[in-house]
């Protein structure tokens, strides 16, 4: 059994921000144990997919969410000055396009500049799980290790996880971070005792941010839409993307993406393919001819995520209640502490959603390197 006195479940922005913070505060005996290989959670980049075809060199395209908002989003604009990250403004300049039916052509309207800016980071968000671990002891956190069970074995908690093989290895922790959706750890994890059933049913009601979308991007050679006078903005009732944005870089690297609106349900009927080829469709339509060709195309179904959606999320009701941190009695009260973005007062589901839920929760634990 390996030792530490707190143990991290997962290693989105909410995990590695909250090993960061503790580092800063004198704690240093901690461990992350992350189920997928790749760091980040729903933070994730176009490095780490299959894209078709593969593009070297391409910097990091946001699969998961791309933006953050420094005006009032201020912890997190704090973190990513701290971390010395460079950030840009998203690019709004041009008209926007607006598709409202199959039987006529699209229209061109007025672009929506947002006030105050949505921002970006260099790179990529993937730029800022980056920046974390590289500030973080690589010997504790520990990837492809799916944690499965907790149980009081006084005076510590057991966290059994299994490896990518199917072995089993236990950790012993004095508090356990959850740094997961709500929704994730009542449907994935086997609490000993069980926890009370009403923060239970709480954590299961909480819908999980990104878990029913999808997300395709397209890279092209030059951003020949703002040529036209275009911001690259579009909202369609058509589809199957109801909401496209400029996902071009500064280095010079031009690309578009967009939700799509078809439910995960139908989704789950077509093959990848097929929906590549719609969404590039779908471009030609808006954008012109110079799209039919991407350098590379990428697309990222969180509803196929496993470490991110459960069957209840394909049913998402859209509804995100303030679920409690930590059970307030019982065999569990002060020994676990969910830091998820879900956890969040102010941010919900948002990047900054964690950094708040993070700093929440180790407030609420008012954890300090004696005790």
């Known amino acids: 059994m390996q030792n530490a006195r707190i143990a991290i479940v997962g290693a989105g922005l909410a995990g590695l921000y909250a090993a960061y913070s503790l580092e800063k505060k004198g704690i240093k005996d901690h461990v992350i144990l992350e189920a997928r290989e790749i760091l980040g959670g729903r933070i994730a980049s176009t490095i780490h ?6 593009v070297s060199g391409v910097v990091g395209f946001d699969l998961g969410p791309s933006w953050f908002w420094p ?5 997190m604009a704090r973190l990513v000055d701290e971390l010395e990250l460079e950030t840009f403004q998203q690019f709004e300049t041009g008209d926007m396009l607006l598709e409202r039916s199959s039987n006529q052509p699209p229209e061109r309207t007025r672009g929506y500049v947002n006030s105050p800016p949505s921002m970006r980071i260099a790179g990529g968000m993937y730029s800022l799980i980056d920046a974390l671990y590289q500030r973080l002891d690589p010997a504790r956190v520990v990837t492809g290790q799916t944690v499965r069970s907790l149980r009081i074995s006084e005076p510590s908690i057991e966290l059994l996880s299994e490896d990518a093989q199917g072995q089993t290895v236990s950790y012993s922790a ?12 009542e449907s ?14 709480q954590w299961q009601a909480t ?9 395709y991007i397209a890279v092209f050679d030059q951003p020949f839409w703002r040529e036209q006078g275009l911001s690259g903005e579009a909202r369609s009732a058509v589809g199957p993307m109801v909401e496209i944005h400029d996902a071009s870089t500064p280095d010079g690297k031009a690309a578009l993406f967009g939700f799509l609106g078809v439910p995960s349900d139908v989704r789950s009927r077509v093959s990848e393919e097929e929906l590549i080829t719609a969404c590039r469709t779908q471009f030609v339509r808006l954008f012109g001819s110079q799209a039919e060709n991407p350098e590379a195309e990428f697309i990222k179904d969180w509803a196929k995520e496993i470490y991110t959606a459960t069957d209840t999320d394909q049913r998402s009701s859209g509804d995100h209640p303030m679920p409690a941190l930590s059970p307030s009695s019982g065999a569990w009260a002060d020994r676990l502490t969910g830091i998820g973005s879900e956890w969040s007062r102010e941010f919900t589901g948002y990047l900054a959603g964690a950094i708040d839920a993070v700093n929440r929760g180790l407030e609420h634990k008012k954890l300090n390197p004696s005790g």
Not at 49 to 54: A, M, Q, W, Y
Not at 207 to 215: E, G, I, L, R, V
């Open 49 to 54: 997919s299959g894209g078709k075809p593969d």
């Open 174 to 185: 004095d508090h356990v971070l959850l740094a997961m959706p709500p929704r994730l750890v």
């Open 71 to 75: 005006a009032f989003q201020t912890d």
């Open 207 to 215: 819908d999980t941010w990104m878990a029913p979308h999808a997300k």
């Open 188 to 201: 994935q994890l086997t609490f000993s005792p069980a926890l009370p059933d009403e923060l239970a049913r």
